[in-house]
């Protein structure tokens, strides 16, 4: 298997225009989430999903902020406008079954700047 | 709701030495208990966790955990560290719920 795939790597935007981050899970895992990393805040859990389904999305830091699971093997996070303080590296991991005692397989990031 | 607390940002040690990474959580429920790493450049790996019984976790590459209850602690150990255990650890609480909770991270470097 590939792992979690996250595309893309790196984006460098200009301050306002719209970000679309995407992820693809492991398949068989019906668990994703989103993490946001910065220096400033550590790892956040942003939202996360299982069956295609947001569970809890308490983590989104404002409206801003959208995230999407249209099918099993694909997810999108936006930012629509973005601005230079959501400057960070965005992580997508999956997982499979309930049980929070199943690793998280992580992917590698994308790392994002806002000028 | 849940946090986790990692008492030391950065750590700097000499090859050999033994380390001890410190973890915190606080949480109600039950709680599942984590430590990932992330090597430099890379994506977060698990290097253990834990969940219930023998409460001192072995895990890949020599860590150790051990969950102390009383404590609500679950630090990370290693004997003798070498210069490529050099990295980002994370202690992380996930929820019976599935939500999971990362600590702030500790930065070990170790110097050759």
């Given at each position: 298997d590939a792992g979690v795939i996250q595309s893309p790597r790196h984006e460098v935007t200009e301050m306002g225009q719209e970000v679309t981050l995407r992820c693809k899970p492991i398949s068989g895992h019906d668990y994703l989430f989103w993490y946001r990393q910065t220096m400033m805040r550590g790892l956040e859990l942003l939202i996360y999903f299982n069956n295609n389904v947001p569970?809890?999305?308490?983590?989104?830091?404002?409206?801003?902020f959208s995230a999407k699971m249209p099918n099993a093997s694909f997810s999108t996070l936006k930012i629509?406008?973005?601005?230079?303080?959501?400057s960070a590296v965005y992580f997508c991991a999956s997982r499979r079954g309930q049980s929070s005692y199943n690793e998280q397989f992580f992917g590698p990031g994308t790392r994002l700047t806002v000028l | 709701a849940q946090s986790v607390s990692q008492h030391n940002h950065h750590v700097i040690l000499s090859e050999a030495a033994s380390l001890e990474l410190g973890c915190n959580y606080s949480y109600g429920g039950t709680v599942n208990l984590f430590w990932y790493v992330q090597y430099p450049g890379q994506h977060l790996q698990l290097l253990l966790k834990y969940?219930?019984?023998?409460?001192?976790v072995k895990g890949i590459k020599g860590f150790e955990a051990e969950f102390i209850k009383s404590k609500f602690s679950f630090n990370l150990r290693k004997p003798s560290v070498q210069w490529s255990d050099t990295a980002e650890y994370f202690c992380a609480v996930i929820t019976n719920a599935g939500k999971s909770t990362f600590g702030d991270g500790t930065t070990l470097t170790v110097k050759p």
């Open positions: 569970i809890d999305d308490s983590g989104m830091p404002e409206d801003r629509q406008p973005s601005e230079p303080r959501d | 969940f219930s019984g023998d409460p001192l």
